[in-house]
């Protein structure tokens, strides 16, 4: 890349996957022009893997990604073996995204916030270790093992993310036990990714910045667009923070793009998840980010 070539964005998509047109929207998407097709890891859904693997079945290039899987509900050496088989099966196309959780379901509902970020930074251990280990059976494709991802917020998986993560995903949000999200405002997500640079710039590490997008409204008029979706989306932030946020893209396509451009200068963002209600929406907005 020349020194005015720009950043190079990674664009992806994160469905649920539990209908039977799973495969056909991830060609869709790979057609589409994205980067990558994700799935989430809760109960009550296709399991993950088994969905990635049959989304790398149906697609050539497209990255693949769990975006993101609660470890609260893994054991180490299993997520391990889920991991490194799809990565196998899929060519290598896999990242595997981790995040200490916060559904309060049967086997989760006795842990502590303390509890679940353990589980995190356990598994993160293990899975770089058992990972990059030539001995481990299955053995990824990737080598040296699949890109990780770790979702991130609290000041403790922010250092975690800083340390470890090849790509750092901010959540951006509070995530209640009951489901749900509270948006954090500009100034706490600046706070976020400027204790993860300044952290990760310590150890000599430039980990991926990425953030997932709760909202996309192509509009031409976005003051207009930011008042009529804060009352139910973001009701304790102002319109203008609303606007402010990485999270939330609303104007013009072009508009998108330059929103997407300034954050980038701001925050250092070079990844973005898009929820595939806005696969459409978000897609003429690739090829703006494409021309450099």
Request: overall charge neutral; glycine content about 8%; some cysteine.
């Amino acid at each position: 890349m020349t020194a005015d070539a720009g950043p190079v964005f990674r664009l992806g998509v994160s469905e649920i996957a539990w209908d039977a047109d799973w495969p056909e929207r991830a060609r869709e998407a790979e057609r589409l022009g994205y980067d990558t097709f994700a799935t989430t890891d809760h109960l009550g859904m296709t399991a993950p893997f088994p969905s990635l693997a049959t989304a790398a079945a149906a697609t050539t290039r497209i990255g693949l990604a769990t975006y993101l899987t609660n470890t609260s509900l893994w054991d180490p050496e299993v997520l391990a073996r889920e991991v490194a088989g799809t990565d196998r099966l899929s060519g290598g196309r896999l990242t595997v995204g981790l995040h200490a959780g916060q559904t309060s379901t049967t086997a989760t509902a006795s842990l502590t916030a303390r509890d679940r970020y353990d589980r995190l930074a356990a598994t993160v251990e293990a899975l770089d270790r058992l990972l990059r280990d030539p001995a481990h059976r299955p053995r990824p494709a990737r080598a040296p093992r699949p890109g990780l991802m770790i979702g991130a917020r609290e000041p403790d998986e922010l250092e975690l993310a800083a340390r470890r993560a090849d790509t750092v995903c901010f959540v951006g949000a509070a995530l209640p036990p009951g489901g749900g999200f509270v948006l954090d405002g500009p100034d706490a997500f600046a706070a976020q990714v400027a204790l993860v640079r300044a952290r990760a710039a310590e150890l000599g590490r430039a980990p991926e910045l990425n953030t997932g997008v709760k909202k996309v409204v192509v509009t031409d008029d976005r003051r207009a667009a930011a008042d009529a979706l804060r009352p139910a989306l973001a009701p304790h932030l102002t319109a203008d923070q609303l606007l402010g946020l990485p999270s939330v893209l609303i104007g013009t396509h072009e508009e998108i793009a330059r929103q997407i451009r300034r954050d980038h200068d701001r925050y250092g963002l070079t990844s973005y998840m898009i929820l595939t209600a806005h696969l459409y929406d978000f897609a003429p907005v690739i090829p703006l980010l494409r021309k450099g």
